[in-house]
C-alpha cells in the first residue's frame, strides 16, 4: 500500500467528519488574454457574493505577481509562498481585506507549482484541503493565458468564468483557451462574463459570437453570465487601491458585476456528490 495514498484517505476521512453542512465550490476566474479585468472582477464579484451572505475565500492564483493585495491596498503579511514553504498553515496565511474580505495572496519571488517537491505538494493539498466545508466559495484568480499553472486552477474549478472583452483578439483568445480546455477533456463548466462594453447590445453581440463558434467547432454551450459596463470609475477605484464595489457601489461597473453575481447565484447547481472527497481530488489537480 503506497503511504501517500493512505495518507489521504485518512485525511479524506477526516475531512467528511469535520466538514460543516457547506459544500465549497471551487470557481476559477480567467482569460485567454492578459488585462481583461479578471482580478478587479474575481474581487469585486467576491465581495458581491460576500455581500448576499456566502462566505468567500478568494485566492490570487496568478502566483508571484501579488494582485489582490495591491488592488486592495491592503500588503499581506504571509502569503502563498509562506504556505508552499512549509512555514505557515493555511490559516495563518488568509487575510483579511477591507469589507471583511478573506483572501490568501499570491505572494512574489516564486513562479511554479512544478519546482516544489512530493512532499511540499502533499503539504499543499492538505493545507487546501482543508478548507472544504469552510466557505462556501473558493475563487481562484489566475494568471492570464494558457500557462501550465493557469490550466491546473481551471482544471481544479467546477466552474470556469471566462472574461473577455469585445476587442476581436480577446475573443479569439478565449476561445482558444476553452478549446485547449475541452480538448483535454476536463469536466469544468464555463460561464461567459462579457467586460468593457460600451452598452448591452455590444455585450450581446460579443457573447454571441463566441457562443456559435463554440457550439459549431465544440459543441458546447457557454452561459453568459453578464456584462461590464467600460466604466472610469474602475479605472479610479484601481488607482486608490480600493475595491470598486467599496469606493462606488452605484458606478456603472458594480452594477453590473452586482447583476451578474445574482444571476450566479440563481442558476441552480447540482451540488456535486462527494464532499470533501471531491473537493480534494479537485485540489489535486493543481499537479496533475
Ligand atoms: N469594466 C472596466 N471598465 C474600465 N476599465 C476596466 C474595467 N475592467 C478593467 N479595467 C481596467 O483594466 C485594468 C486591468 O484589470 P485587471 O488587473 O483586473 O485585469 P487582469 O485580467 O486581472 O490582468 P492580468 O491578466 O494582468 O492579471 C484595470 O486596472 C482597469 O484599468
Ligand atoms: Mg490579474
Known amino acids: 500500500m503506497n503511504d501517500q495514498a493512505e495518507a489521504l484517505r485518512n485525511l479524506v476521512t477526516i475531512q467528511e467528519k469535520l466538514a460543516a453542512a457547506k459544500q465549497t465550490r471551487i470557481v476559477t476566474v480567467t482569460s485567454g488574454k492578459g488585462g481583461v479585468g479578471k482580478s478587479n472582477f474575481s474581487l469585486n464579484f467576491a465581495l458581491a457574493l460576500q455581500k448576499r451572505g ?4 478568494l485566492f490570487d492564483a496568478d502566483i508571484g505577481m501579488a494582485n489582490i493585495d495591491v488592488l486592495l491596498g491592503t ?3 504571509f502569503n502563498l509562498f509562506h504556505l508552499l514553504k512549509r512555514e505557515k498553515t493555511i490559516w495563518e496565511i488568509i487575510q483579511t481585506g477591507p469589507g471583511g474580505l478573506r483572501f490568501i495572496a499570491g505572494g512574489s519571488g516564486f513562479k511554479d507549482l512544478v519546482r516544489l517537491s512530493e512532499a511540499d505538494l502533499d503539504y ?3 493545507q487546501i484541503g482543508q478548507l472544504h466545508g469552510h466557505v ?7 494568471g492570464a493565458g494558457l500557462s501550465k499553472e493557469t490550466l491546473r486552477f481551471i482544471t481544479a474549478a467546477q466552474e470556469a468564468v471566462v472574461i473577455t472583452t469585445p476587442e476581436p483578439t480577446s475573443i479569439t483568445d478565449a476561445y482558444a483557451l476553452i478549446k485547449m480546455v475541452k480538448t483535454m477533456g476536463h469536466d469544468v463548466s464555463f460561464r461567459l462574463v ?3 462594453v460600451a452598452d448591452e447590445r455590444e455585450g450581446q453581440q460579443t457573447a454571441s459570437n463566441i457562443q456559435q463558434v463554440s457550439k459549431k467547432y465544440l459543441n458546447i454551450e457557454l452561459p453568459l453570465l453578464g456584462y461590464v459596463p467600460d466604466d472610469s470609475h474602475m479605472i479610479k477605484a484601481v488607482k486608490r487601491q480600493t475595491a470598486l464595489s467599496i469606493a462606488y457601489p452605484d458606478s456603472a461597473a458594480n452594477r453590473g458585476i452586482e447583476r451578474i453575481a445574482a444571476a450566479y447565484l ?6 456535486e456528490a462527494g464532499g470533501a472527497r ?11
Open 75 to 77: 500588503p499581506a503579511e
Open 266 to 271: 440563481s442558476e441552480d447547481k447540482a451540488v
Open 124 to 126: 499543499f493539498a492538505a
Open 278 to 288: 471531491s473537493f480534494l481530488q479537485r485540489i489535486r489537480r493543481l499537479w496533475g
Open 194 to 196: 462579457i467586460n468593457r
Open 136 to 142: 462556501d466559495f473558493l475563487i481562484f484568480d489566475t
Open 54 to 57: 456566502y462566505s468567500v475565500l
